[in-house]
């Protein structure tokens, strides 16, 4: 049995599209759906061409999110890690743990608090982000390749819309 056979469950990924297609069936056509559903399934998908996209290089999409953050926002803890991405910093912790094995970050006391510890990419970490990036805007292009420049800036709108009404913060 093939190792994404099994990853699946013992299931092709022919027969869960099928499983899924049938299911989706019985919800009526897709203009009926809900949004939730929509967006989750979307959401789905991108995960999954996400983690295909990054696993030749042993990363998960959080790992990456986490550099990507680094990479942005030099000399972030640990705790506006774990706070901007919720999770507990118990996750968090052993997610910078495996990064920091790996020598794709590092960890350097804070001269303004000597208890605290800030994060800080290696230039390994550098080098790996941007095949990593390069790989993410590949899937990008990939999933909107259908939509013309015009109708992606009016869905990113749309996105930035609902991203704000959500109160999220455009800081994390």
Known sequence: MSARKQAAGGVSVLEREEAVTANDAALGPPE???????????????????????RPQNLTPMQFTILSSLRTWDGLSSAELSRRFGVTPQTMGEMIGNLERRSLIARVQDPANRRALK????????????????????????????MSARDLDALRGRMLGLHNHLGLSFDS
């Open 32 to 54: 009926k759906w809900g949004m939730i559903y929509l967006l989750a399934r979307i959401f789905y998908a991108m995960r999954q061409r996400t983690e295909d996209a990054l």
């Open 119 to 146: 994060l800080s990419l290696t230039p390994a970490g550098e080098r790996l982000l941007d095949t990593c990036e390069a790989a993410m805007q590949a899937v990008e292009a990939e999933m909107f390749e259908d």
